[in-house]
T-cell receptor, first 115, second 113 residues
Framework: DTGVSQNPRHKITKRGQNVTFRCDPI?????LYWYRQTLGQGPEFLTY????????KSRLLSDRFSAERPKGSFSTLEIQRTEQGDSAMYLC?????????????FGPGTRLTVT | AQTVTQSQPEMSVQEAETVTLSCTYD???????LFWYKQPPSRQMILVIR??????QNATENRFSVNFQKAAKSFSLKISDSQLGDAAMYFC??????????FGAGTILRVKS
């Protein structure tokens, strides 16, 4: 049983460029979540999917951010026209919704640096 | 809006001793779930322990236990027999029905040998 994986682990980009991150959840997990974590802070929720449906988006998720989960498997998070304030760790988590079991399992994260 | 507050930015404990990390939360719901996650330096978030609000009994996992006070909206984590490997950032988190997790700001735990 492999855990949640994220690629790339590190991304350095110049302001104004687009970046895309990928998350592969634990197989058979039907929910997938994206969070953003800045240094020394707790993760902040961005969005989540149940299967391929995007059920909730945070107000933190500006129009420059878009997430997809085609076919309910892996997910991508794209940031367009990156800004220095987008520099953070982007965490993905997955869970299996059944019978009041709500633990989320996290991936190692993608650290984004915008120069 | 749900909020989670961890009032201790940093704690220290001597190896083999016991330490308690504090967490309070705010919600209008009666059914919810609380978690403690551990994030070692440069490593990924690991679930330490969970508590269902409808259960009165406090959860325990080996050396980790919680003190859940629903009326006071308090959820503290006790680590017994502290080990060097316990050094990490600890986050308290809250969720309703498996939706988004709301995290506190975290407590850095340092373990002295």
């Amino acid at each position: 049983d492999t855990g949640v994986s994220q690629n790339p682990r590190h991304k350095i980009t110049k302001r104004g460029q687009n970046v895309t991150f990928r998350c592969d959840p634990i197989s058979e997990h039907n929910r997938l979540y994206w969070y953003r974590q800045t240094l020394g802070q707790g993760p902040e929720f961005l969005t989540y999917f149940q299967n391929e449906a995007q059920l909730e988006k945070s107000r933190l998720l500006s129009d420059r951010f878009s997430a997809e989960r085609p076919k309910g498997s892996f997910s991508t998070l794209e940031i367009q026209r990156t800004e220095q304030g987008d520099s953070a760790m982007y965490l993905c988590a997955s869970s299996l919704q059944k019978q009041r079991v709500y633990e989320q399992y996290f991936g190692p994260g993608t650290r984004l640096t915008v120069t | 809006a749900q909020t989670v507050t961890q009032s201790q930015p940093e704690m220290s404990v001597q190896e083999a001793e016991t330490v308690t990390l504090s967490c309070t939360y705010d919600t209008s719901e009666s059914d919810y779930y609380l978690f403690w996650y551990k994030q070692p330096p440069s490593r990924q978030m690991i679930l330490v322990i969970r508590q269902e609000a409808y259960k009165q009994q406090n959860a325990t996992e080996n050396r980790f236990s919680v003190n859940f006070q629903k009326a006071a909206k308090s959820f503290s984590l006790k680590i017994s027999d502290s080990q060097l490997g316990d050094a990490a950032m600890y986050f308290c988190a809250f969720t309703e029905y498996g939706n988004k997790l709301v995290f506190g700001a975290g407590t850095i735990l340092r373990v002295k040998s």
